[in-house]
């Protein structure tokens, strides 16, 4: 009985010692596998696009609100959430891929980036709602922000001049236009007022319809469909495909990405981001993203 009671007692002990780990529903409730408090938390940074999503994975794991644990979530956009990585001050970031500036910040700084798809993500282009034309090819898109296409009228539209918007360098969607989209070919220099330091700023300008030049411009689909909601823009088809919460999912839109968690390589394999990391993958953690709006990853 002794020997047993010992074995009982450290049993007893060594979950004592795992704050991290719930019990999981053996009391019925639908508890995460994972908890933490607001006080062992990671610091999490990341993209304004992942904000949602960040809070949604808070409000699982501290089991709170959302409205309560968005107190607890700071993201300083996707170049600063790189550095801020890079340098220590947070554990884990919600990002898009890393720009070649962020990764060889980290290869100077010596740190390996460990970067892991979480939810998957298509890249879209937008032009005002009142554009006749449905979409466009991936050379047509190419050509048009190499300056071979001009105007609207080489792609079945009107007989205007294009405006192509571009966003800054290392935003994450000017590194996604990049290495998803233009692939090695340079694109046009952009005029100053054509550069858009936000997204939304993006958005709303080529929203803004009127006897000016039609604009073409380029963001995720869940920022334009889920955070800026702008009814005079529309999306386009890109070779054919129009871009949706099943064709993104499928695979079959062709500009696929994924938003994605970054952490140091050298975490502790059984450290508190390893273990929220392997959450976020589980059947739990992607229906966490799929309730904020995300499209879960393959």
């Avoid at 282009?125 to 190419?142: C, D, H, W």
């Avoid at 958005?203 to 889920?226: E, H, L, N, R, W």
Wanted: glycine share 8%.
């Amino acid at each position: 009985m002794k020997t047993k009671f010992k074995l009982f007692l450290m049993i007893t002990l060594m979950l004592a010692a795992l704050p991290f780990v719930g019990c999981g529903t053996d009391n019925g409730e639908d508890k995460p596998s994972l908890i933490f408090t607001p006080e062992n938390y990671p610091v999490v940074d990341g993209s304004t696009v992942t904000i949602p999503l960040s809070e949604a994975f808070a409000a699982e794991l501290m089991e709170m609100p959302v409205e309560e644990a968005r107190q607890y979530i700071v993201h300083n956009k996707t170049h600063q959430a790189y550095v801020n990585l890079i340098e220590g001050k947070a554990d884990i970031i919600f990002v898009t891929s890393p720009s070649a500036e962020e990764k060889q910040l980290a290869k100077d700084k010596n740190v390996e980036l460990i970067v892991t798809p979480i939810v998957s993500e298509g890249f879209v282009f937008l032009t005002s709602a009142e554009n006749p034309v449905k979409g466009l090819t991936m050379k047509e898109i190419q050509d048009i922000y190499m300056g071979k296409i001009k105007n609207w009228k080489d792609v079945g539209g009107s007989d205007v001049p294009i405006v192509a918007y571009q966003r800054p360098v290392n935003s994450g969607s000017q590194t996604g236009f990049l290495d998803l989209v233009m692939k090695g070919l340079t694109p046009m220099e952009a005029p100053t007022e054509q550069v858009m330091a936000e997204m939304g700023e993006l958005i709303d300008a080529v929203a803004a319809y009127s006897d000016q030049p039609d604009g073409i411009g380029y963001s995720y689909y869940y920022f334009v469909t889920d955070m800026w909601g702008n009814e005079k823009v529309k999306l386009l088809e890109v070779n054919g495909v129009f871009p949706d919460n099943l064709t993104i999912s499928s695979g079959k839109y062709p500009i696929k990405t994924a938003y994605y968690a970054v952490i140091r390589g050298n975490e502790q394999e059984n450290s508190p981001v390893r273990k929220m990391l392997k959450w976020i993958l589980s059947k739990e953690g992607q229906a966490a993203a799929q309730e904020a709006g995300y499209v879960k990853v393959k």
